[in-house]
């Protein structure tokens, strides 16, 4: 017995040396990672565009930091409200002297939308309006980059590097000859002319409902890229709407004449420029450099004792469940009565950037969010899309804020069924059933549903769209009919849907912030983002199959693992395995 409690008990220990040899192995191999450190005179701000920008704070796993270690390359995301944040105080630092964006804007899902970029660019034309520079170079140019860096002073592109700017268009893929060839059927309950997320399957080509909402979609969201940036580089909007019609693509020479560009140089020249900013002298490597995330690190302080006001996100598809990487109803309703039974809490912000997903999930989020604003105020900030389930969360809010590029709406319903008996039968596969009762196996793939079933279908489906015009009526105090009238699932820009009053305010996250406290009558508060990253601590745990807080009820062990955990953590007392560089060197 002596034996074997020695061994385990030195598999424990040999466990716990290796995952404290395997932090510090990380915290080696990570470039650039360096500790936390007060800014010195004459720093530099570096945000890269090329890293997509989420709502939500990115969850950085172990396994992620080392393969980009490894590779030597970006890894992972950035969140929006970080690099805001982190410009509009850079504008009034007195050891920032510049701006410098780098790279390309990287879109990657619901990262980078055009919502979220109209945000950032704004916190740079603010950082521009404090005096002091904003400068960019780009080996080529696309809209999404434009818009992004067009208030700054100094916009530099290759001599050999192209212009794109040919408008924005939207391509559907239709399925419908091929699942017929290959033996699929398609059986939908819908409700809503304009909810084409079935189309696909059902049609080879585009409705005219559909092709109209596009079409007023896609205006509008252009016509808001060509207006900031006319607006930016001081250039009547006309001019941008015949360069996409007309030519599409430019080259460098000509993007300077067009006043589009500033200068038309080399990385070199600019490289002299930053060294200026920063007082390096000729030849050497820039020092002074800062990301986002470390500059905040930086200047703030913990403000634990202060009244809060909690930030919520409802990023990517709404689904039934509890898992915290996802939009999941039981998960993100959970939050919201953290926020509800909290008494530090004095307001909530719900940034939704969803296109919807399970009618069930939602209803139990927007269950909690009639709860919470019984108690204290709620502002929603829609972000790039908050349509369908993400209106449906998003109803009973006291303000809505949304930008003129949101998408939003499609306020319809529909359940979309396919059968691959042909399919399988081609195969020389036949599959026999058993039930108790006709409808038993109303949902299986291998055969259609009869025309009894799908009515029963449909009868649901129409209580539920229902159910969402009430829930939209009385959340945002209009007609019904007059909701109706805007709902049949389509879907809107926020600059329309603010005329149909389905949002309240144009704004981004800040404002709605600024609006949730001043609502709270709150002048001194921090604010806290119940969803930021777990520990690294936690990370590694989950990586090796444990959960850091649980024991295994022998009070040796458990304690032999707290003080395993203690001195993980405290090997790394700034954080610095967690943050990546996101490649701020500038060579």
């Known amino acids: 017995m002596k034996g074997f409690v020695k061994t385990v008990f030195a598999t424990l220990v040999g466990l716990v040396l290796f995952v404290v040899l395997l932090v510090m192995f990380a915290g080696l191999v990570i470039t650039g990672q360096e500790m936390s450190k007060p800014l010195e005179d004459n720093t530099l701000l570096v945000i890269n565009l090329s890293v997509p920008i989420t709502d939500k704070a990115p969850r950085q796993k172990f396994t992620d930091l080392i393969d980009g270690a490894v590779q030597k390359k970006d890894a992972g995301k950035q969140s929006l409200r970080t690099l805001v944040t982190a410009i509009r105080k850079a504008a009034q ?258 940034r939704v950037n969803s296109p919807g997903g399970s009618a069930d999930a939602s209803d139990i989020i927007q269950r909690e969010t009639i709860l919470l604003k019984k108690e204290k105020p709620l502002i929603v900030s829609m972000g790039t899309v908050a349509a369908s389930g993400g209106y449906w969360i998003s109803a009973y809010a006291d303000e809505i804020y949304a930008e003129p590029n949101t998408i939003t709406g499609s306020i319809g319903v529909f359940g979309m069924f396919l059968n691959i008996k042909k399919l399988v039968n081609e195969f020389g596969v036949k599959v026999e059933t058993a039930r108790t009762a006709p409808a038993a196996d109303i949902f299986s793939l291998f055969r259609p549903k009869t025309e009894e079933e799908l009515a029963v279908i449909q009868k649901f489906i129409d209580s539920i769209y229902d159910q969402f015009l009430d829930k939209v009526s009385e959340g945002r105090k209009l007609n019904r009919t007059a909701v109706h009238e805007i709902a049949q699932g389509r879907v809107w820009s926020g600059k329309r849907a603010k005329k149909l009053g389905l949002v309240d305010k144009f704004g981004g996250l800040e404002d709605a912030i600024a609006a949730a406290a001043d609502k709270a009558g709150l002048e001194d508060y921090s604010i806290e983002e119940y969803q930021q990253p777990g520990s690294f601590m936690d990370d590694i745990m989950e990586e090796l199959g444990f959960t850091a807080s649980a024991g295994t009820g022998l009070p040796m062990l458990d304690s032999l693992w707290k003080g395993a955990g203690y001195l993980l953590q405290h090997t790394d007392p700034k954080g610095i395995f967690v943050r990546l560089p996101y490649d701020l060197n500038i060579h």
């Open 93 to 350: 630092n007195e050891h920032v002297s510049g701006l410098y964006l780098k790279g390309n804007v990287a879109r990657d899902g619901y990262a980078s939308g055009w919502a979220a970029l109209k945000e950032l660019r704004e916190a740079i034309a603010a950082f521009k309006a404090s005096g002091k520079p904003v400068i960019t170079w780009q080996e080529g140019l696309d809209e999404e980059t434009l818009y992004v860096v067009s208030p700054a002073d100094e916009i530099v592109l290759n001599p050999l590097g192209l212009l794109e700017f040919n408008g924005f268009a939207a391509e559907v893929t239709y399925f419908r000859q091929a699942f017929e060839k290959y033996g699929i059927d398609v059986q939908v309950t819908r409700v809503g002319k304009y909810k084409s997320a079935v189309e696909p399957f059902l049609l080879d080509h585009m409705s005219k409902e559909n092709r109209e909402q596009l079409d007023s979609l896609l205006g509008d969201m252009f016509d808001e890229v060509v207006n900031g940036i006319a607006a930016s580089r001081n250039l009547p909007p006309q001019s941008l709407h015949r360069l996409a019609r007309e030519e599409a693509v430019i080259d460098a020479p000509t993007a300077l004449a067009r006043g589009l560009v500033t200068r038309v140089d080399y990385y070199d020249v600019v490289l002299e420029r930053l060294r200026e900013l920063t007082g390096t002298d000729a030849g050497e490597d820039i020092e002074r450099l800062t990301g986002a995330s470390d500059f905040l690190a930086s200047v703030e302080k913990d403000d634990q004792d202060k009244d809060k006001l909690a930030i919520i996100y409802a990023e990517g598809d709404i689904l039934s469940g509890d898992d915290e990487d996802q939009v999941a109803g039981t998960y993100i309703s959970r939050l919201l009565r953290k926020a509800r039974e909290d008494d530090k809490v004095k307001a909530v912000v719900l």
